[in-house]
């Protein structure tokens, strides 16, 4: 069923907040925005995006866009609109973009990365600071939506290094919610899904869950227009728990399910053995190391009970069929996913600081090593790829992981490297199973 206009009727709209955002992505058009129709609460929704191909699109359908929501076991389509869309790549379109931000009370970035905030000519950072020179509002919130846990930081930074004015906050975000565009025709038809446009080459697929958390607002004059964001005075534990739970766990069942030749992750449900390494992971390693860690906060989150809700309730979504998540999507940018300091190997260094030894958490490290050191394109020196994976000696384990950390490797570095090798008899088995 299409629903026309998800939310209250754009002409109801008349409470004056007009919302901002970099990024004609999923996050943008599939949460900001549609939270924002459906809030009520806003007369205008703006967004700047250098993909020529889709302003184009979006201004022919009136700028009107279809939205597919995976929710209890099937897949609904919404209407979401009407959007301003400006192609960023224009000069006459970019100065009227960054007139929309002048005049927006909510910003919002759904970049990639916090690299790009200052990639471009000019870059995210210094639209927004021009448009804070000539502000038409006199307080305006910016969500910060990219997966860094001081994205609102380092805005707030580049933003500064090109001069502001006005009366701002930069707000970071926890987005538990899993989204994806999805561009093969094939599997546009066999999800059934609507493209974002009328015969467009790409649809927007994003799951009901909405439980998204973000920085309190302090500005005393100004209220959020979208009210169902949850506010937290210290985002940290969450962000924690985003990184160490939800990510760490959904890469380590796409490297294993790499290994294992799936390409659905819904696969992994049905496989025993994976699926228990998983939530032995996330409750065991990663749940008991944050409840340690942050028990004593009061937050339900950081109890036995609710970290074990909050996996069981991931676990479930992570593997939903309706989602359609590929395992080559949850292994995307190895060489990131395993970073010293980031979703894998940060799990392991939280987990041992805790007095916990995470082996399976190192299954997933290590299948994430050894699928990389098989794939076209890796990134690594060609002496340290191989075309068989159970091949690969415990010293090109170790040299794989010292050229992708470089600098970044740190004490425990060689206590990580102890424990994959030590793993490694039972990774064979999980994947001959």
């Known amino acids: 069923m299409i629903l026309k206009h998800s939310g209250r009727a754009w002409a109801e709209m008349k409470n004056g907040h007009i919302l901002a955002g970099f990024g004609f992505g999923p996050i943008l058009a599939g949460l900001f925005f549609k939270e924002a129709m459906q809030s009520g609460n806003f007369s205008r929704l703006i967004a700047g995006e250098i993909d020529g191909e889709i302003v184009?699109?979006?201004?022919?359908?009136?700028?009107?866009?279809?939205?597919?929501?995976?929710?209890?076991?099937?897949?609904?389509?919404?209407?979401?609109?009407?959007?301003?869309?400006?192609?960023?790549?224009d000069r006459g379109d970019r100065c009227e973009f960054v007139k929309g931000l002048s005049e927006a009370t909510e910003i919002v970035t759904a970049l990639p990365s916090v690299a790009l905030y200052e990639k471009g000519d000019p870059?995210?950072?210094e639209m927004i600071a021009e448009a804070l020179s000539v502000s038409r509002t006199e307080e305006k919130i910016i969500y910060t939506a990219e997966n860094n846990n001081r994205a609102a930081e380092l805005l707030e930074e580049a933003v500064f290094s090109h001069g502001k004015s006005g009366n701002i906050q930069f707000l970071n975000?926890?987005?538990?919610?899993?989204?994806?565009?999805?561009?093969?025709?094939?599997?546009?038809?066999?999800?059934?899904?609507?493209?974002?446009v009328p015969d467009f080459n790409r649809a927007f697929l994003v799951e009901e869950f909405s439980r998204i958390l973000v920085s309190r607002t302090t500005l005393p004059g100004l209220r959020p227009g979208i009210g169902v964001f949850i506010e937290k005075e210290d985002l940290l534990p969450f962000e924690e728990a985003k990184l160490y739970g939800h990510n760490a766990i959904h890469a380590l069942l796409g490297f294993l399910g790499a290994l294992k030749g799936c390409t659905?992750?819904?696969?992994?449900?049905?496989d025993r053995e994976v699926f228990s390494t998983a939530r032995r992971a996330f409750l065991d390693e990663s749940g008991a190391a944050l409840i340690r860690k942050y028990g004593n906060t009061g937050e339900k989150l950081f109890t036995e009970e609710g970290y074990r809700d909050y996996a069981e309730d991931l676990l479930q979504r992570i593997t939903d069929p309706c989602l359609g998540d590929t395992v080559k999507r949850a292994c995307r940018d190895p060489i990131r996913k395993l970073g010293y300091n980031d979703?894998?190997?940060?799990?392991?260094?939280?987990?041992?600081?805790?007095?916990?030894?995470?082996?399976?958490?190192?299954?997933?490290?290590?299948?994430?090593?050894?699928?990389?050191?098989?794939?076209?394109?890796?990134?690594?020196?060609?002496?340290?790829?191989?075309?068989?994976?159970?091949?690969?000696?415990?010293?090109?384990?170790?040299?794989?992981?010292?050229?992708?950390?470089?600098?970044?490797?740190g004490e425990q570095a060689d206590v990580l490297i102890r424990l994959m090798q030590k793993v490694r008899p039972r990774l064979l088995e999980i994947i001959s199973t």
């Open 264 to 270: 659905r992750m819904a696969e992994l449900k049905e």
């Open 56 to 89: 184009r699109a979006l201004r022919e359908n009136d700028g009107t866009y279809h939205l597919n929501i995976a929710a209890h076991g099937t897949v609904e389509r919404s209407r979401i609109g009407t959007v301003e869309v400006f192609d960023l790549t």
């Open 123 to 125: 870059a995210p950072a």
């Open 343 to 409: 979703r894998l190997f940060g799990t392991m260094q939280l987990a041992l600081e805790q007095g916990i030894e995470p082996e399976n958490t190192a299954l997933g490290a290590l299948a994430g090593v050894c699928w990389l050191a098989c794939i076209q394109d890796s990134g690594l020196p060609d002496s340290l790829r191989v075309h068989n994976w159970q091949k690969l000696s415990n010293g090109q384990i170790d040299e794989i992981l010292r050229s992708i950390w470089g600098k970044g490797e």
């Open 173 to 196: 975000t926890v987005i538990g919610k899993m989204s994806r565009v999805v561009s093969e025709p094939d599997e546009i038809r066999e999800l059934g899904l609507a493209p974002v």
